[in-house]
Structure formats: C-alpha cells, structure tokens
C-alpha cells in the first residue's frame, strides 16, 4: 500500500489526488492527525487512518501494510517543537513495518551548513534515513510558490516589497511537486537517496516579483530594502514569535547566498511538461 502522511494539508492532499490519476483508490493510505477532514476521501475509496509523528502506535496502525511511505516534513520548528524526533520515529516505524522505500519532502537548500533552519532540518533527516538501513529517497523540492505571495503578502497589497537584501529563488507550485511526488511514489522512477533539485525553470528575487506585479496589476510595485534589524524590530512589532522570526531571517540569508537560485530540469523532465511559471502563480493570486 502506498501511505500518504499529511494528506489534509495543500501539498498531501496533492499528491493523494496525483496517485488517484496513477493507481486504484484501494492501493492508497492516508495518514492523518484529524481523519474526520477527509470524510470525502474516504468516500471514494481510500484508506482515512488517525497517524501522528508523535505517536508511534498510531503510525503502526495507520501505515499497516505499507510497501511505500511519503512522509511530509513537520514543521513543528515553527511552534516550538522538535520536527527531528517526529522524524526520528516515523523513520523507525517505516523501518518496523517493513516499509521498501520512504519518501521525505526535503528541500534544494537542504545542508547542515544552510542558512535557513528547515535546511538544516532536512540535512539531519537525510542523514537518518541514511543510516537506517532503508532504501530512501529524498524529495529535494524547490522552494514552494505560494511562499512567496505568504511572505509578502502585505507587499502585494500596498504595492511596496519590503525585506532586507536577498536572492534569486527558482519558485515550484505546490502542484508541480506533487505530480512528481506521486509519480516517484508510484514507482514510475527511482531515485536513490536525494533527487536532483526539484526546481521551476527561472530564478527570480522580490525585485523581479515586483516588476512582474507591476506589469500584470498595471500599478506601481516596487522593492524597498531594509536592515535586518529593521525587519526583525518589524516583526517583534507584530508579535511574530521568535521561532518564526529565525525562520524569516534564515531564508533572506540563505538566499542572499544563493542557496534557493539554482535552476534543474529534473522537475520538467518527469512532468514532462514545463513547470509552472511565477507570472501564472502572481496572475492567479493578484487578480
């Protein structure tokens, strides 16, 4: 059975409706904290189980029968947890099971001298699942879209990019990723270990972002550029929580060094198609 954890949130419930196009509904399980979400899922045929990185034993009732994991990275970091030993323990409950082959929705910047903190999260993931005895393959995504019409949300809306100096970053849309993650799930490729960078196909920092806005919008967009000072002293304002600051600091700095700018075909390979472009991305969410 191919398992699915996260499957309630945007980048699983992707991937589930990828494999849906792959293989029978009664091949797929969903691993989810509130199975209540997908009722509907259900509906159609595939297995809803109550899985938590947290709890072992729920895992090992979950993923019952599993021949393939996807696990969706936790990003406990951000409220204060601990995203290494939720890993650690889906790892190890993979490992019980009998699992042939986990999948982890890593990421390009994925090192344990990143600048950005989930990097540096990934790159200690990857290290367990290398030293677990499994065959693993480490989905390297490119840095998600729909994060940087979050991260500068306010931005697009007063017509002013404001943060301090960054880099290019070769966005991929959610669902670009997850029609390669579902295909790799499937069995239709093999990867050992990580992926190549699982990237769009152009490199663009918030001043290209602004430019872009301006001519799709018709209206003045421009990109300001702080201290970092100043965008923490914002931040604290606004009541950012501490864990969430670091993380907003790490990914100007990471990609200030260029650590999100590099630009892969793998991801156009498999989809055999061209990913989808940030000017589609912007059209869709500043109409």
Do not use: C
Not at 39 to 45: D, E, I, P, S
Not at 63 to 76: D, H, I, Y
Not at 165 to 192: P, S
């Amino acid at each position: 059975m191919l398992i699915v954890t996260g499957a309630s949130g945007k980048l699983g419930g992707l991937v589930v409706e990828a494999l849906l196009r792959l293989v029978p509904a009664v091949q797929i399980g969903v691993s989810v904290r509130d199975p209540k979400k997908l009722t509907a899922l259900a509906a159609r045929g595939v297995r809803v189980r109550q899985g938590d990185y947290a709890d072992a034993d729920s895992l090992r009732h979950a993923w019952e029968g599993v021949s393939r994991v996807l696990l969706v990275s936790s990003n406990a970091r951000t409220s204060g947890g601990d995203p290494l030993k939720q890993h650690e323990t889906a790892i190890t409950v993979a490992k019980e099971l009998g699992a042939e082959r986990v999948f982890y929705t890593s990421q390009t910047s994925s090192s344990a001298q990143s600048q950005f903190p989930p990097a540096r999260d990934h790159a200690a993931t990857e290290a367990m699942l290398a030293a677990s005895g499994l065959a693993w393959t480490a989905l390297r995504h490119g840095f998600y879209a729909d994060s940087a019409m979050g991260m500068n949300a306010h931005g697009f809306a007063s017509g002013k990019l404001v943060g301090p100096e960054d880099g290019k970053v070769a966005w991929a849309t959610h669902e670009d990723l997850a029609e390669v993650d579902a295909r790799l799930l499937a069995g239709q490729e093999i990867f050992e270990g990580a992926t190549p960078p699982l990237t769009g196909s152009e490199a663009l920092d918030l001043a290209d972002l602004a430019q872009m806005a301006s001519t799709l919008t018709e209206r003045t967009m421009t990109r300001e550029q702080i201290s970092e000072d100043t965008m923490l002293q914002n931040l604290e304002n606004a009541g950012m929580p501490a864990p969430v600051k670091s993380v907003i600091r790490g990914y100007y700095r990471a990609a200030q060094a260029g650590e999100f700018a590099v630009v892969n075909p793998t991801l156009s390979r498999i989809l055999g198609r061209a990913p989808s472009l940030m000017r589609d991305v912007l059209a869709r969410n500043l109409a």
